[in-house]
């Protein structure tokens, strides 16, 4: 007869009742969610409104988006109305129609404040792919959704850690928060109002918080969203700023 090591035994049980058994790995969630937020091509027109112990200011924007990353904000109201911002070839130009100039960012600039909101500049032109910029792990998962923390591969990306918390079903992502290498807390993201628009979860409405400030916030509201149209390349061309 084999006898058995009963504190062997035990610890494997152990073991099996503490360790969470996911439906999903981490990188399959991270993938489905790629899925449902990467689009060909996209066009938005979007609403922020800005709160800050000043009162409420809004702006108003359209945003053009490619799946090679590029992207193209323009302001088209409110008091920075006419500015662009540019992101190609992982770099990204302000344009101010006043005085006609392009402004190349670059490191630490990328974090500044776009048009005095919450959101940073990286925030809403920053390259989507999770998997190639960093190592990824799933540390809860309920019945609506799963949890993911992120680790940056290298130290050029602005958020070198992330916690996302991602729909079970659909893949969207419901809520973020933005860290720094130490793991404090920069800004929190919430998204809300999701719509299905040619098999993609959009949120038509986000609201972003600087952790830093402590004091007020940022909601951005999608009034209109194109899906997969075609854009003129050239918009994506830092020739076209002054245009």
Do not use: C
């Not at 996911?22 to 990188?27: D, I, P």
């Not at 409420?56 to 992207?71: I, P, V």
């Not at 032109?125 to 680790?151: G, H, M, P, R």
């Not at 997969?228 to 076209?240: A, C, M, V």
């Amino acid at each position: 007869m084999k006898i058995i090591n009963k504190t062997l035994l035990l610890a494997a049980i152990a073991i099996s009742i503490a360790a969470p058994a996911f439906s999903l790995t981490a990188e399959e969630i991270a993938i489905e969610y790629e899925k449902n937020s990467t689009f060909d091509t996209s066009i938005t027109d979007a609403t922020l409104i800005i709160e800050d112990n000043l009162g409420t200011s809004t702006q108003t924007l359209r945003s053009y988006e490619n799946g090679a990353g590029d992207t193209l904000i323009e302001i088209t109201g409110g008091p920075d109305r006419g500015q662009k911002v540019l992101r190609k070839d992982q770099s990204i130009y302000l344009y101010y129609p006043d005085a006609d100039q392009v402004i190349r960012l670059q490191g630490s600039s990328l974090k500044e404040s776009f048009m005095g909101s919450d959101f940073s500049y990286e925030d809403l032109s920053s390259d989507s792919s999770i998997l190639k910029n960093y190592d990824v792990e799933i540390t809860d998962e309920t019945d609506d959704s799963y949890t993911l923390f992120l680790t940056a591969k290298n130290r050029s990306m602005t958020y070198q850690k992330q916690e996302l918390v991602v729909d079970k079903t659909n893949f969207y992502l419901m809520s973020a928060v933005l860290k720094s290498a130490s793991g404090r807390d920069l800004r929190s993201l919430v998204n809300s109002d999701f719509v299905e628009i040619k098999g993609h979860y959009v949120a038509k409405k986000s609201v972003m918080k600087d952790l830093i400030k402590k004091q007020g916030s940022t909601t951005m509201k999608v009034d209109d969203i194109q899906i997969n149209t075609d854009i003129n390349p050239r918009l994506f061309s830092k020739d076209n700023l002054s245009w």
